[in-house]
């Protein structure tokens, strides 16, 4: 047997062979020393391993619910648009403007008509192209006051609205003529009060007239 015999007294000799032959090594202390720290290591690595699982996971939910928050976001835009529009659609049916158009004057008409003869002017009236109508002819005549004024019902925004005006001469035998032309652009004006609007033909100045224009906005029956 290896190992020490109890009957064996305990004399100095005996205890250095106790020593010698049951005492670790060295090179074992130094091999459990390895294997501990070897074993320490795995189990950082695993810690690690499952931490960062962890955080990806929890990244993943943090991701997900921004997307979520976006989507609610991006879906109470839609909504709240929808309603915007229904109420713009709601607004249109219940109420239109009424566009009033007054033309006071006709002032310092240059232009002479066919074969040189005194001028018979009269004005039409023209919003985006869709004719309101046309003042009386005032006989020979190169300034007058008309007072005249033409309506139009619109249920769009009346500054989209472009006035033309078309100064004619009346022709009793012929058609009438066209003696000059101008423009009012109700969404480039600050006022609307008795406003100059300068008649030009071929570029050159030939008169002008005076006009008003105001809005009012009614309940639709």
């Not at 250095?16 to 090594?25: D, E």
């Not at 033409?150 to 009793?172: A, C, E, G, V, W």
């Not at 100059?196 to 030939?206: A, F, Q, R």
């Amino acid at each position: 047997s290896s190992g020490i015999n109890a009957e064996w007294p305990l004399r100095p000799g005996n205890l250095f062979l106790y020593f010698c032959f049951c005492r670790p090594s060295p090179n074992s202390i130094i091999e459990d020393a390895e294997f501990t720290a070897n074993a320490e290591d795995m189990g950082n690595s695993q810690d690690s391993g499952v931490a960062a699982e962890v955080q990806l996971e929890e990244e993943k939910e943090v991701l997900k619910e921004v997307v979520e928050e976006k989507e609610e976001s991006v879906a109470k835009e839609e909504v709240k648009e929808d309603e915007e529009s229904d109420s713009e659609l709601c607004e249109d049916k219940k109420f239109e403007t009424v566009l009033r158009v007054v033309i006071h004057a006709i002032n310092n008409i240059t232009r002479e008509g066919d074969l040189a003869s005194d001028v018979d002017p009269f004005v039409e009236i023209r919003a985006n192209q869709v004719l309101l109508g046309a003042t009386k002819p005032k006989q020979d005549k190169t300034s007058a006051s008309i007072e005249e004024a033409f309506y139009i019902k619109t249920q769009s925004d009346p500054r989209n609205i472009k006035l033309k005006f078309h100064l004619m001469d009346q022709d009793h035998m012929t058609e009438h003529d066209l003696l000059g032309h101008g423009y009012f652009d109700l969404g480039e004006e600050d006022s609307t009060v008795e406003q100059t609007v300068h008649l030009k033909w071929k570029g050159k100045e030939i008169g002008e007239i005076i006009i008003s224009v105001d809005f009012q906005k009614e309940t639709k029956n």
